[in-house]
């Protein structure tokens, strides 16, 4: 905490003059604090403070302080690396070149790593929105008793983690697994591991949770008289939904299906066990080019593509959204 | 942009949703609870099919993950607990996840506290960049951390790991701490004061208690997604430290085996477990707002 001996005195005045209850305890009132010098001291602290108006940087400081150290600063700096020299030993020489860049954009295997990245992306992206809004809807909605059980199922796979679930549908897609089991019922031959629904299919589970919750937030937070009105001027369920509900939520479904958008395009537990050898997302590129190649320039540069490509999209998406949204909704 | 063409489009589309009746019922069966039933029952299973899936073939004789399982047995579990290799993973895991936990309820309780009770240039910015860490491709995070930790010989170590998870387990911990805030009756803490107690008892004895529930989710939560976490683990992590999503990710190369689901099925009870125990004390849904 900084001691400026200028605003401390200042902001000492203020508090002396100001009339508040709680600066008129005597000692004797100030039961269960053992240590009265501490009190003092903290007490004084307070009063000097909390009127000023850095009061909230002072306390988010921490935070804010370790974000810069360890999310802004690392992120900057594979944005540095990305521009350096790869030297075979493992290490990487300081330098300005492009090499890596040119490496990345000429080379089709990895261009085709990106794209296939993207298609994924968004096609789960779409398929995770389609599938959570219904539960998200009625959780919020349909009063059922036992809605926060179904909150519960919602939040518990997202906490068991990527690899367990990946484990799960690799187990599940393989080709003596239940799913090939059960088509085989229908005389259906389709095994999904290693191919394109099969990911959409592990990756949309593994980001429904993160939907649910977003749209569920929206939900709960909308103006349900707006839902009566329509009721009552004649609108059935359909009606009211697709007229009225559904164009309150939109932002929570922008929300959501950005969150999904950007987590699918590093996905990285899912596209090793489903998708691999067949289907090559960028992140497991990423991983072997750090831990197997030792080649961290060029790993640096791919992320910095894939951010920046995450980015610009999300980008376009708010830019599409924004214009195509009705005045006064809300965003 | 509402043409007058649109609008007709628009109102056709209604005509027909308006012949549509929900409220119908089928012999006492209503239309719209069948419809709900039936969408519900398969998307949760769509969405809890993997986690149910490793269990069962944790429990399965079989090693081709075939399915009904014919027995029961435990062996795959004794398996786990003979080797000292996974034991080894699992204390470590918890011991950087307690650590990470610790820095980011430090940390972000007293940014939550801020922004719900201070006014301030950039709040909004603040709040909404508790967001950050889950809005760039995680796989960015981890080699992000790895070359900046390595500059300063981290990696590969507990304290390394612990700083590098802490940051993702804010956004949860933040959202979390937030909601059991915005949650708060503010006028217990006003009573508090015209009762005579100043800020720091109104804190320790009204504020803190009735935070609680909400610090101890926010705690929970941020151990079980350090817990669970592979895509930044498996970057900071070596010969000697080996954290089990990373165990569970290095064994799959060698193809799956229903060891990992036995290691996969103690995650999910120790998760499950975690969950139930802030469900039961403090109403984990209600303390993240969602009631």
Redesign the interface.
């Given at each position: 905490m900084s001691d400026e001996p200028g605003s401390g005195v200042g902001a000492g005045q203020r508090s002396g003059v100001s009339d508040?209850?709680?600066?008129t305890?005597d000692a004797s009132?100030?039961?269960?604090?053992t240590v009265p010098f501490l009190?003092d001291r903290?007490?004084g602290l307070?009063?000097r403070y909390?009127q000023e108006?850095?009061?909230?940087?002072?306390?988010?400081g921490?935070?804010?302080f370790?974000?810069l150290l360890?999310?802004f600063?690392?992120?900057g700096?594979?944005f540095l690396?990305s521009f350096y020299q790869n030297v075979p030993a493992g290490t990487m020489e300081p330098a300005f070149t492009l090499e890596n860049y040119i490496r990345f954009f000429t080379t089709p295997q990895y261009l085709n790593a990106l794209y296939v990245t993207v298609e994924i992306s968004v096609i789960s992206t779409v398929f995770t929105i389609v599938?959570s809004y219904?539960?998200a809807y009625?959780?919020v909605f349909?009063n059922w008793r036992y809605s926060?059980v179904?909150?519960?199922?919602?939040?518990?796979?997202m906490?068991?983690?990527?690899?367990?679930?990946?484990?799960?549908?690799?187990?599940?897609m393989?080709s003596?697994?239940?799913i090939n089991?059960v088509l085989g019922v229908f005389g259906v031959q389709y095994t999904l591991l290693n191919t394109m629904p099969g990911m959409v299919?592990?990756i949309s589970?593994v980001l429904?949770?993160f939907a649910v919750?977003i749209l569920?937030?929206v939900l709960?937070t909308m103006d349900t008289d707006l839902i009566d009105a329509a009721y009552n001027l004649g609108g059935?369920?359909?009606?009211t939904f697709?007229?009225v509900t559904f164009p309150l939520s939109l932002p929570g479904v922008i929300g959501a299906t950005?969150?999904a958008f950007?987590?699918t395009?590093?996905t990285?537990?899912t596209a090793?066990?489903i998708g691999e050898p067949n289907i090559r997302m960028l992140?497991p590129v990423?991983?072997r080019t750090?831990?197997r190649d030792l080649n961290?320039a060029f790993?640096?540069a791919m992320?910095?593509i894939?951010?920046a490509v995450?980015l610009l999209l999300v980008y376009l998406y708010t830019v599409v959204t924004s214009r195509?949204q009705p005045e006064g909704s809300g965003i | 942009m509402s043409t007058d063409s649109g609008r007709t489009k628009k109102f056709r589309l209604s005509s027909v949703l308006g012949k549509i009746d929900l409220s119908k019922s089928l012999g006492g069966v209503s239309l719209a609870g069948v419809s709900w039933a039936v969408i519900l029952s398969v998307v949760f299973l769509y969405l809890l099919l993997p986690v149910i899936f490793a269990v069962v073939i944790s429990v399965n004789p079989s090693d081709l993950y075939t399915f009904p399982p014919e027995s029961i047995t435990l062996r795959w579990y004794a398996a786990v607990l003979e080797r000292t290799q996974w034991i080894d993973s699992f204390v470590l895991s918890f011991q950087y996840s307690i650590l990470a936990t610790v820095i980011a309820i430090v940390l972000s309780s007293s940014a939550a506290y801020a922004i719900a009770r201070f006014e301030f240039r950039f709040r909004n910015l603040l709040d909404a960049a508790t967001f950050l860490p889950l809005m760039i491709p995680q796989i960015i995070l981890g080699l992000a951390l790895l070359l900046f930790l390595q500059l300063f010989d981290l990696n590969n170590t507990l304290i390394g790991l612990s700083l590098a998870l802490a940051v993702y387990a804010t956004p949860y911990a933040t959202r979390s701490i937030l909601a059991a805030m915005q949650n708060f009756d503010r006028s217990v803490e006003e009573a508090a004061y015209n009762l005579g107690a100043d800020e720091i008892q109104t804190f320790l004895r009204v504020t803190f208690p009735m935070l609680l529930p909400g610090l101890l989710t926010a705690a929970i939560f941020s151990f079980v997604v350090t817990y669970s976490n592979l895509q930044i683990a498996v970057f900071l992590t070596g010969a000697g430290m080996t954290p089990i999503p990373v165990r569970i990710f290095a064994q799959m190369q060698f193809g799956g085996s229903p060891i990992i689901a036995a290691v996969a099925t103690i995650n999910i009870v120790i998760v499950l477990a975690a969950i139930v125990t802030t469900e039961r004390l403090f109403g984990a849904a209600e303390a993240l707002g969602y009631t």
């Amino acid at each position: 905490m900084s001691d400026e001996p200028g605003s401390g005195v200042g902001a000492g005045q203020r508090s002396g003059v100001s009339d508040e209850p709680g600066t008129t305890v005597d000692a004797s009132r100030r039961g269960g604090i053992t240590v009265p010098f501490l009190h003092d001291r903290l007490h004084g602290l307070i009063q000097r403070y909390k009127q000023e108006s850095y009061a909230g940087y002072l306390l988010a400081g921490p935070y804010l302080f370790y974000m810069l150290l360890f999310f802004f600063v690392p992120i900057g700096y594979i944005f540095l690396v990305s521009f350096y020299q790869n030297v075979p030993a493992g290490t990487m020489e300081p330098a300005f070149t492009l090499e890596n860049y040119i490496r990345f954009f000429t080379t089709p295997q990895y261009l085709n790593a990106l794209y296939v990245t993207v298609e994924i992306s968004v096609i789960s992206t779409v398929f995770t929105i389609v599938v959570s809004y219904p539960i998200a809807y009625f959780i919020v909605f349909a009063n059922w008793r036992y809605s926060e059980v179904l909150v519960l199922l919602v939040i518990a796979p997202m906490l068991v983690g990527n690899v367990v679930r990946a484990f799960g549908w690799f187990a599940l897609m393989g080709s003596s697994g239940v799913i090939n089991q059960v088509l085989g019922v229908f005389g259906v031959q389709y095994t999904l591991l290693n191919t394109m629904p099969g990911m959409v299919i592990a990756i949309s589970s593994v980001l429904m949770p993160f939907a649910v919750l977003i749209l569920m937030s929206v939900l709960y937070t909308m103006d349900t008289d707006l839902i009566d009105a329509a009721y009552n001027l004649g609108g059935n369920r359909l009606q009211t939904f697709l007229y009225v509900t559904f164009p309150l939520s939109l932002p929570g479904v922008i929300g959501a299906t950005l969150i999904a958008f950007v987590l699918t395009m590093g996905t990285f537990a899912t596209a090793v066990f489903i998708g691999e050898p067949n289907i090559r997302m960028l992140a497991p590129v990423i991983y072997r080019t750090t831990s197997r190649d030792l080649n961290w320039a060029f790993a640096a540069a791919m992320s910095f593509i894939l951010l920046a490509v995450s980015l610009l999209l999300v980008y376009l998406y708010t830019v599409v959204t924004s214009r195509n949204q009705p005045e006064g909704s809300g965003i | 942009m509402s043409t007058d063409s649109g609008r007709t489009k628009k109102f056709r589309l209604s005509s027909v949703l308006g012949k549509i009746d929900l409220s119908k019922s089928l012999g006492g069966v209503s239309l719209a609870g069948v419809s709900w039933a039936v969408i519900l029952s398969v998307v949760f299973l769509y969405l809890l099919l993997p986690v149910i899936f490793a269990v069962v073939i944790s429990v399965n004789p079989s090693d081709l993950y075939t399915f009904p399982p014919e027995s029961i047995t435990l062996r795959w579990y004794a398996a786990v607990l003979e080797r000292t290799q996974w034991i080894d993973s699992f204390v470590l895991s918890f011991q950087y996840s307690i650590l990470a936990t610790v820095i980011a309820i430090v940390l972000s309780s007293s940014a939550a506290y801020a922004i719900a009770r201070f006014e301030f240039r950039f709040r909004n910015l603040l709040d909404a960049a508790t967001f950050l860490p889950l809005m760039i491709p995680q796989i960015i995070l981890g080699l992000a951390l790895l070359l900046f930790l390595q500059l300063f010989d981290l990696n590969n170590t507990l304290i390394g790991l612990s700083l590098a998870l802490a940051v993702y387990a804010t956004p949860y911990a933040t959202r979390s701490i937030l909601a059991a805030m915005q949650n708060f009756d503010r006028s217990v803490e006003e009573a508090a004061y015209n009762l005579g107690a100043d800020e720091i008892q109104t804190f320790l004895r009204v504020t803190f208690p009735m935070l609680l529930p909400g610090l101890l989710t926010a705690a929970i939560f941020s151990f079980v997604v350090t817990y669970s976490n592979l895509q930044i683990a498996v970057f900071l992590t070596g010969a000697g430290m080996t954290p089990i999503p990373v165990r569970i990710f290095a064994q799959m190369q060698f193809g799956g085996s229903p060891i990992i689901a036995a290691v996969a099925t103690i995650n999910i009870v120790i998760v499950l477990a975690a969950i139930v125990t802030t469900e039961r004390l403090f109403g984990a849904a209600e303390a993240l707002g969602y009631t």
